[in-house]
């Protein structure tokens, strides 16, 4: 579903520009009235206005501060990405890379914006909804579970970035009343999340005409994952058995199709955020603006801006394999070689050790094809590497075929690639984690198999272009018996780092860190080695207790005052 202007909400405030009564009696242009939204046509803009936010823009000013994939929140701040570029290019983030956290950092705010503005918007359809007449009971239920599906998102967003959030619903959200949002933090909302997203689960139907609306089997997988977040086992269990056992989906042949606009929602696809260009919108602002920075700098032809996000040594070492398996204690020991100090004139021939495949579509490296532009040809195509390494991101670029339909004409950045929220492979990965912790090795390791036949497929391989591979790609199964499911410790050890290297640069790692309640030994490891090639983490470390959690932005509590104090509480040591 393509994204519109938001132009309607019932939050509508008029500007006074003269003394006159008659003013008063004008309508503000550009603001639509409640009646004039009491139809089909006028519920279904808002409810699309409440899905535009999902891809995190278009709240305030927002762009990539409230990017759908979380790349700041989810991938800087954890051992998948440097912040990248150079080091006086939005500095803000340079401090949530390296833990130099405060309340007042812009990025948070920006955050916030998008996910509250997101909850705002989805009460607003839940406020009118039973006043459309023209709609059957049957319709209504089916736009409240839409609104509902995405209210629970919004509240899951700002739960993973705050944990102790408010939670704002239609019985608390007055439009006549300003000070009806300021409610308090005080209480965990994952219950009301579940209860959002189970009228969801219970109401949606298992396919959408329109791509992009959420089903029940999107509803199922959020669900399911929010069990995850709360250690669930059985119940994040049942939901991912029930997306499984209903056929609807597939691992796609090759695991590069879920990075690519010409293969968006796919047989994989269980939640995807819709991007769009050349539909009219003004700027190609339905494009994908939140990962507008993520490109390489002057990158041949690809673009001209701008340098973040750049992969870490630590994610490229995860991808080493022995005998087709990964080295899960010993991955990082030693370093897959680069081309950190060697100028583009110099020859240079790539690591030739064995690798999981998943490495060339996840991180751009010198002497591999990168996308179908050309082969990657290093420091030139990076801005500073010896500020932000030798690497340069994938997942999210267009290819060079998708120039022109997929991209925006003004700005190419701005494509129709999508971004792939929960696909199916992470459906395996959580079932398979939840699995290991009911004992279920067996199945566990079934599950994780699954994920690595498809990479193995030698159809999906990176090549060059006499068709060989362009690495040294080998990969395979979990045989019966192998060690690394013998025991739950070792099982554990197994799928998350599956999880890890399947979803490398999507988003998830430091939530995934911060739930498995082992990011503080993770992340201080990570920051003891990586202070030897990126000098920046010299005494940079994650304090156990308080970078969990992002603090919430100071501007929202100031503004949640109410009688001179505030309804919001900041997170601890914050």
Sequence with gaps: MKKITYIA???????????????????????????????????????????????????????????????????????????????????????IEQKLIQPDNNHFRGKWQAVYDGVARSNDVMLLVDQVEELTEAEKTQIKAQARFLRGHYHFEAKKMWNMVPYVDEKAYNPDDLTSTRVSNDKDIWPNI???????????????????????????????????????????????????????????????????????????????VQHSVNDGAPGGENGNQGATLNYPYGGGGVTTCCGFYQPTQNLVNSFKTKNGLPLIDTYNNSDVKNDQNIEVTQAFTPDEGEFDPRLDHTVGRRGIPFLDWFVHPGKSIIRDQAYGGPYSPRKHLMYRSDVGTNTFSGNPRLNANNYRMIRYAHVLLMLAEAE??????VRARELVNQVRRRAANPDGFVRTADGKPAANYVIKEY????????????????????????????????????????????????????????????????????????????????????????????????
Excluded at 204 to 232: N, S
Excluded at 525 to 531: D, I, N, R, S
């Design 9 to 95: 909400s019932f939050l509508l405030l008029g500007l006074a520009t003269s003394c006159s009564d008659e003013f008063l009696e004008t309508r503000p242009k550009a603001a639509l009235s409640i009646e004039t939204l009491k139809n089909r046509a006028g519920i279904n803009y808002l409810l699309t206005g409440a899905y535009a936010l999902v891809d995190g823009v278009g709240a305030g000013t927002t762009s990539w501060h409230g990017s759908a994939d979380n790349w700041i929140y989810g991938s800087v701040a954890s051992d998948d990405a440097y912040k990248g570029t150079i080091a006086g290019d939005q500095p803000e983030i340079s401090l």
């Design 194 to 272: 579940e209860a959002d997203l189970k009228f969801a689960l219970d109401n949606l139907p298992e396919v959408q005409t329109q791509k992009g609306r959420a089903t029940k089997w999107a509803a199922a997988a959020m669900l399911g994952k929010a069990y995850m977040f709360q250690r669930k086992w059985a119940e994040a269990k049942a939901q991912f058995d029930a997306i499984v056992n209903s056929g609807r989906y597939k691992l796609v042949d090759r695991y590069s199709d879920n990075f690519r606009a010409s293969t968006n929602n796919n047989a994989e696809s269980v939640f995807e």
């Design 436 to 441: 290991v912790e009911l004992g279920n090795l």
């Design 479 to 574: 045989a019966e018996g192998d060690p690394a499911f013998s025991t739950a410790a070792n099982a554990r050890a197994a799928v998350r780092f599956e999880t890890r290297i399947e979803l490398g640069m999507e988003g998830h790692r430091f939530f995934d860190l911060v739930r498995w309640g082992i990011a503080d030994q993770v992340l201080n490891a990570y920051y003891a080695t990586e202070k030897n090639k990126r000098t920046y983490f010299n005494g940079v470390s994650f304090v156990k207790g308080k970078h969990e959690y992002y603090p919430l932005p100071l501007q929202e509590i100031v503004n949640s005052q109410m009688g001179g104090k505030p309804t919001l509480k900041q997170n601890p040591n914050y």
